[in-house]
């Protein structure tokens, strides 16, 4: 149960475990955990988490509420996985 909302880490800490729960995956844990984030109170909560963070603000948000995520882009379309260790598009679709 989420007890505090953002930009506590509640909601994120429990998303992992019902993920850990759902899947079987008891490895799982937040420095392994990407999020995506387009809020400054998301990016702190995700971060508050001990997770990784991309923020994808909407364009007109203030760009000195940008900067503490691990990583900011202009558009998702600018994800790069194989940054984070993950499989590339490419690899995917194949």
Known sequence: MVKQGKPAPDIFLVALDQLKQATGRAELEPAKTLVFEDAPSG???GLA???KVVMVPDPN????LCGKADEDLASLADFDPSK???ASYDDVAK
């Open 43 to 45: 990016v702190d909560a």
């Open 49 to 51: 988490a001990g997770m």
């Open 84 to 86: 984070w260790g993950l």
């Open 61 to 64: 948000l203030d760009k000195k």
